[in-house]
């Protein structure tokens, strides 16, 4: 059994190695996590649902089965089942193609599957990009992945699918296929590493910042490390407005911002923006906390450090007053005066921002969320809800999906 943060590891850790899209699919044919390597938005328009026809195969199939699926536009994914505490999940790599497909045969996938005539150019030229795999290299892939989820050396089955030709004559998608939509993808995990930089939550934001790649490297033909430059420089602008949002001062703002595009467009060379991202995430969030922390004394401030390392539990008065080495009575006369806010309400406080993000991730059920809040009672959870959030943590969890 794996948990899915391991699981987002084995993508990341595959896709970045073999230089291919590796994705979680559910049980539904739901994409959990997906690491995007390419813009091709028109290949995701004219794929079949492809998915669920490669689900109901992998459930078919034997524990050491590896199933090699070739989509309506002839693209090849290789897919295992990964199996979770509670849940099916499916770890699936490409696409990618297994032979050369010439004019000819791009011509004969564009008759079959009745694609319109504007998007034709689009099509061949994803194809000219597309990875290509020897019988060798694709088995060699298909082992590792199935050993990888397994634990296990186990001798590989591969079994072989195709789907069917899909007519798209009539009507243009309006849609494109919104789980593996690469727009759609890049500011979900944008927004997400702006709300936790904006909490000073560095580790999961670089979390979120590692669990999806983007190349962006065609926007510059020809020079690499121009493009990764433009994409840390717009990341850089991101971060500033997320802090510019929790009342960090333009000054610091400026000179944080100014500092980091000076250092990035100073890189002589790829290796030397590795890890900017990374260092991107912990200087905001650094100047984050250090606003928070600004102005308070260090009573308040080990009070404070421990209310957020004991938000899943019932806290006593008594005890955060001994963390912070002070008397109840002195405590809460110094909080107040300090922060503005008594010790209950800012408890509360930091368990609505605590429970808002864990909802936003939908990976948890409401009980589980109440109670990594310090809530026992879910009535109770929800009703404290409501009243600051004008909505149910049903309702809120629903708008984040």
Known sequence: MHEMEELYEICTSLGKSLGIEFALIDETGKTKFRLALRKDVTIFKYRSDYKKQ????????????????????????LAVSAAQKDASCYLVGGPFLTIYTNEETQKRIIEENQIPLQDEHFLSDAFKTMKSLTQEEYLSMGKLMLWIVRKEHLPIELIYRKSSPVSFSRERPLEIEESFTLIDERY?????????????????????????????????PGDPLR?????????NTVLRLAVEKEGVTPLALHQLSDNMAILIEGAQNVYTLLDMGKRLIEEYCLLVNRHKTRGLSRNIHNARRYIENHLDEKMELREIAASAGVSPSHLSRQFKKETGHTITAYIQHRRMEKAKKLLSQNQLSITEVALQCGFLQLNYFSKVFRQHENCTPLEYQKQHK
């Open 54 to 77: 490669m689900i109901e195969a992998l459930d078919e199939m034997k524990e050491e089965g590896v199933l090699l699926f070739t989509d309506n536009l002839g693209l090849q994914y």
């Open 227 to 235: 493009a990764i430059k433009n994409q840390y420089l717009t990341l």
């Open 188 to 220: 979900r995990v944008q927004n997400e590493i702006m709300h936790y930089v904006s909490m000073g939550d560095s580790e999961s934001a670089k979390k979120m910042f590692a669990r999806t790649l983007f190349d962006f490297s065609y926007r510059v």
